[in-house]
């Protein structure tokens, strides 16, 4: 068999306001969660998000550290339409979550903001922008 990616797991410092954050993208995390050392939840398509807390890591890595610098990884969602890339922006740095790039319109053709979850880690918004009529002649 050929592994299969199927989990992105990610370590919290501060649980339910990360738990909170990825709510309000609309991750379904259970209610209660936020009680939990480990939570997981089912991403359409199969894939898994899972979060532990510190402890629950030094529980089986009692030498763990966090990275040092900038996050090496980022997350994308993909948005309904370039309005919705703007009112999630909005409602999350509304909320205190910390943005990073308001939303541009990109050159590659997408509505585009960055956020950062409260752990630090580079949240992608984007969609698809309408297709710009070709001049005539």
Same mark, same amino acid.
Request: with cysteine; net charge negative; aromatic share 10%.
């Given at each position: 068999?050929?592994?299969?990616?199927?989990?992105?797991?990610?370590?919290? *410092?501060?649980?339910?306001? *990360?738990?909170?954050?990825? !709510?309000?993208?609309?991750?379904?995390?259970?209610?209660?969660?936020?009680? #939990?050392?480990?939570?997981?939840?089912? @991403?359409?398509?199969?894939?898994?998000? =899972?979060?532990?807390?510190?402890?629950?890591? !030094?529980?089986?890595?009692?030498?763990?550290?966090?990275?040092?610098?900038?996050?090496?990884?980022?997350? +994308?969602?993909?948005? +309904?339409?370039? =309005? #919705?890339?703007?009112?999630?922006?909005?409602?999350?740095?509304?909320?205190?979550?910390?943005?990073?790039?308001?939303?541009?319109?990109?050159?590659?053709?997408?509505?585009?903001?960055?956020?950062?979850?409260?752990?630090? *880690?580079?949240?992608? @918004?984007? =969609?698809?922008?309408? #297709?710009?009529?070709?001049?005539?002649?």
């Amino acid at each position: 068999m050929t592994p299969r990616f199927d989990l992105v797991g990610m370590v919290a *410092t501060d649980l339910p306001r *990360t738990l909170d954050f990825y !709510r309000r993208l609309g991750v379904d995390v259970p209610p209660g969660a936020e009680h #939990e050392p480990h939570v997981e939840v089912a @991403l359409p398509g199969g894939l898994r998000l =899972a979060w532990d807390t510190v402890e629950t890591i !030094r529980s089986f890595d009692p030498d763990w550290q966090p990275g040092s610098g900038g996050p090496r990884v980022s997350l +994308a969602f993909r948005c +309904a339409d370039p =309005a #919705e890339v703007d009112r999630y922006y909005a409602e999350l740095t509304g909320a205190g979550f910390t943005g990073h790039r308001p939303p541009w319109d990109a050159f590659w053709g997408q509505r585009y903001a960055v956020l950062h979850d409260p752990e630090g *880690t580079g949240v992608d @918004l984007y =969609a698809p922008l309408p #297709e710009r009529p070709s001049p005539p002649g």
